[in-house]
C-alpha cells in the first residue's frame, strides 16, 4: 500500500511577454527543470514545512488528552459542517 498522498493539480496562468517567456524557459532549462517546476522552486522556499519536530504546548497537549475518546467521525465534508451548524454552500 502506497503512503504517498496525490494532490489534485490546478493550472496556473502568468501573462508575460513572449521574450519573458523564452528567457524563463532558458534560466528553467539550464536548471534541468520545466518552467513549472522553476517557478514552483521560488514559491516552494517560502512555504510553511512542518518538520515533525516540535512538542506540543501545555494547552495543546491537555486539548488532545481531554479530547480522547471524544471524536466525531463523518462521512463527509457537507455532513461535518452540517454538524458545526454551518452551510459552506451559502452565498455570501
Known amino acids: 500500500m502506497s503512503t504517498h498522498k496525490h494532490h489534485h493539480k490546478v493550472r496556473l ?3 508575460c511577454t513572449e ?3 523564452m528567457y524563463i524557459k532558458m534560466l528553467a532549462t539550464k536548471s534541468h527543470m520545466t518552467i513549472s517546476e522553476y517557478l514552483l522552486s521560488f514559491a516552494r522556499k517560502e512555504m510553511p514545512k512542518c518538520t515533525k519536530s ?3 504546548n501545555g494547552e495543546t497537549q491537555m486539548a488532545l488528552k ?3 475518546g471524544e471524536r466525531e467521525t463523518f462521512e463527509s465534508v457537507d455532513e461535518f459542517w452540517n454538524a458545526m451548524g454551518m452551510n459552506p454552500h451559502v452565498e455570501d
Do not use: L, W
Request: charged share 60%; no cysteine.
Open 19 to 21: 521574450e519573458e517567456r
Open 66 to 68: 481531554e479530547a480522547r
Open 13 to 15: 496562468s502568468v501573462d
Open 54 to 56: 516540535h512538542e506540543p
